[in-house]
């Protein structure tokens, strides 16, 4: 499922795209980042 709020993140975000996506859906996170390892990792605190 993506919100409203996902799109705003992944715009306003694009340097951490990876991360923020990370939260929401890891498989977009690795079709964005093109890095399906860091995708599918934790996010850093």
């Known amino acids: 499922m993506v ?3 996902d799109r705003k993140i992944l715009a306003q975000n694009t ?3 990876k991360y923020k ?3 929401i859906n890891p ?3 690795a ?3 093109g890095d399906k390892a860091t995708a599918t990792a ?3 605190q």
């Open 42 to 44: 934790e996010t850093p």
């Open 15 to 17: 340097k951490n795209t």
């Open 31 to 33: 079709a964005l980042t």
């Open 21 to 23: 996506v990370n939260l």
């Open 3 to 5: 919100n409203r709020g």
């Open 27 to 29: 498989e977009k996170a």
